[in-house]
């Protein structure tokens, strides 16, 4: 009760400082901004790769934010918390410093920008880490174009001082979409990941581990109707293991994705085939990998699966997203069909407004 209690106390303290520093006459750049969600998420897995399990939760990260026309500074805490358990899952602090260095391009040091997943696709980014880690810490660099948009970041996931039981750990990623046009025409999307497990003062004797993930995503979309837009796309994803020393079971591999979407209103459908050949995704879902999270001597260097995915998302007030999906993923080798749902309510905007 009283883990329970202490974000209440923190949440009601950052709301008498905010109205507080609002009755000043120059706080006119002060808000408090609120970032939350909740979720039910549920894995009917039954393979030999992966078992299911459930997540129902809430997370809420609320932050004093002062913001100019060139930088801004936020600094706040995150709690995350799952349904049933004695205590909070998580209460760690945030804290973000943006700079705007030109018109197109924004420096971010601490707590990064990354409620969208970077943009990621499922065999790189597991939805679930969008609620269930927490947040990311590092520097991240974001473009936004006419034509394309990109995010280069590092994640620092695991600090370490002489002494310490374990790893240090982060990831350095890179994203890059482009679209000429917005609903049809010829895209693009360009991933690149880096793992990196080590550190030149571990004590743990561990060896040193560097994986990495690229993937190219070229897509042409076309609109016969005026609500109704289809989408094809053939993903190519990448993995090598460019540790030191040999640390995992495949050196390396490869998967092929196409897929075709149907986007409708606030609907999308999309049905694919999974191919893949030695391909380990350390972010990634694991259905899309050969590794098994069970026991190795259920890993598959070759994997082929049908997937299929239906998604409601809509956005209300501004503020408010509603998303609900169901997944399935058909393994062809097995002959096992599994599947998961997931329904979230994300509230991002400002309880006071930043003027």
Avoid: C
Avoid at 332 to 346: A, I, V
């Amino acid at each position: 009760m009283k883990s329970i209690m202490l974000p209440i106390a923190l949440i009601s303290t950052f709301i008498a400082i905010v109205y507080k520093s609002n009755a000043q006459p120059d706080s006119s750049g002060v808000g408090l901004y609120l970032l939350g969600q909740s979720f039910f998420d549920n894995k009917e897995f039954t393979g030999n790769i992966k078992k299911g399990y459930t997540h129902p939760g809430f997370y809420i990260q609320p932050a004093i934010k002062f913001k100019t026309e060139q930088y801004s500074i936020a600094a706040g805490f995150h709690t995350l918390y799952l349904a049933g358990a004695d205590s909070l899952e998580r209460l760690v602090p945030v804290f973000s410093a943006s700079l705007q260095l030109n018109s197109r391009v924004t420096l971010i040091v601490g707590t990064l920008e990354s409620k969208n997943g970077h943009w990621l696709p499922e065999p790189l980014f597991k939805p679930e880490r969008l609620f269930l880690n927490q947040p990311e810490t590092g520097v991240q660099f974001l473009y936004r174009g006419t034509e394309s948009k990109a995010d280069l970041w590092i994640n620092w996931e695991r600090y370490i001082k002489t002494g310490s039981p374990f790893q240090e750990e982060f990831t350095v990623g890179f994203t890059h979409l482009y679209h000429r046009n917005k609903n049809t025409g010829f895209s693009n999307a360009f991933h690149a990941m880096a793992f990196h497990h080590g550190g030149q003062i571990d004590s743990t004797n561990l060896p040193v581990q560097t994986h990495i993930n690229l993937g190219v995503i070229p897509a042409y979309s076309f609109q016969p109707l005026a609500k109704t837009r289809f989408e094809f796309s053939s993903s190519l994803y990448y993995y090598k293991n460019l540790s030191p020393s040999f640390t995992s079971y495949y050196s390396s591999g490869f998967g092929l994705h196409p897929q075709l979407r149907a986007y409708h209103n606030s609907t999308t459908i999309d049905i694919g085939y999974w191919y893949s050949d030695g391909f380990i995704n350390p972010r990634g879902e694991e259905l899309f990998g050969s590794i098994s999270t069970i026991n190795p001597t259920f890993n598959q260097a070759v994997r082929t699966m049908g997937t299929f995915s239906i998604e409601f998302q809509k956005v209300f007030r501004e503020s408010l997203l509603l998303n609900a999906n169901f997944k399935a993923y058909y393994d062809f080798k097995s002959g096992l069909l599994e599947y998961s749902y997931t329904l979230r309510l994300m509230f991002d905007g400002k309880l006071t407004r930043v003027k």
